[in-house]
């Protein structure tokens, strides 16, 4: 596939394969993206089957999250971050912090943040082809 187009509004937004004469460089390519495309979907799960399906590697697992959302992540071949997820609950801010992980739990990292899914490491250096 060439490029994708997605429809935001008025606006459209291109997600496109590598085209290294039109300087448009995969995320592989440049070691990586700071970048994750977010999209809301009825169905997630069905969403990443079909993403694995086209060659897509599944970066977190579709899963329900404390913050109300059925949420998972996966890297496209061409290195593009896509987070799927669908509303479940719509939940108040102080209902969010009372569902989130507690310390005592060990949800935390080393870093002391919370993790949103536990997450495999990425090297771009897998997603190259030969």
């Known amino acids: 596939m060439l ?3 997605l429809a935001v509004g008025d606006a459209r937004l291109l997600v496109s394969q590598e085209i290294a004469s039109l300087d448009a460089l995969a995320p592989s390519t440049i070691g990586g993206t700071p970048m994750l495309l977010t999209l809301e979907t009825p169905d997630p799960d069905d969403l990443a089957r079909r993403a694995v399906f086209g060659g897509a590697t599944v970066e977190a697992p579709v899963t329900e999250m404390f913050f109300g959302e059925r949420y998972g992540r996966v890297v496209d071949p061409d290195g593009h971050r896509w987070a799927l997820t669908t509303k479940r609950e719509q939940y108040t801010p102080e ?3 009372a569902r989130k992980p507690t310390r005592s739990s060990g949800a935390r990292g080393p870093s002391g943040r919370w993790p949103v899914l536990p997450v495999r490491a990425w ?3 897998r997603r190259r082809r030969a």
């Open 95 to 97: 209902d969010i912090d």
């Open 123 to 125: 090297s771009p250096a």
């Open 3 to 5: 490029f994708v187009e």
